[in-house]
Nanobody, 119 residues
Framework: QVQLVESGGGLVQAGGSLRLSCAAS????????MGWFRQAPGKERDFIGR????????LYADFVKGRFAISRDNAKNMMYLQMNSLKPEDTAVYYC????????????WGQGTQVTVSS
């Protein structure tokens, strides 16, 4: 498994931006797909998007609608989630996760970081 630690959460006003970071360690990351998820109070966890660490190809959930972008820094083993035009409904705990490129569930998870968007 991969060890993951998120950071960068906080309080931001609606319309603002925030960048979350995910530090990854433990395995050869080229063999993994890394994803971002979020969970609001009382709601199920939602998939935001993912990046294939091997080729950098990204995929996003429809609700992102160009507001969020995932990137990676191979040299630092870091993944990022740039969030723009934030809305109060983006308030949630944000998690990074990893799964094997060959398939299967996301089985490595970070502890989460809280993002709160005020109106």
């Amino acid at each position: 498994q991969v060890q993951l630690v998120e950071s960068g959460g906080g309080l931001v006003q609606a319309g603002g931006s925030l960048r979350l970071s995910c530090a990854a360690s433990g395995r050869t990351l080229r063999r993994y797909v890394m994803g971002w998820f979020r969970q609001a109070p009382g709601k199920e966890r939602d998939f935001i998007g993912r990046i294939d660490w091997n080729d950098g190809i990204t995929l996003y959930a429809d609700f992102v609608k160009g507001r969020f972008a995932i990137s990676r820094d191979n040299a630092k083993n870091m993944m990022y989630l740039q969030m723009n035009s934030l809305k109060p409904e983006d308030t949630a705990v944000y998690y990074c996760a990893a799964r094997a490129r060959v398939g299967g569930p996301y089985d490595s998870w970070g502890q989460g970081t809280q993002v709160t968007v005020s109106s």
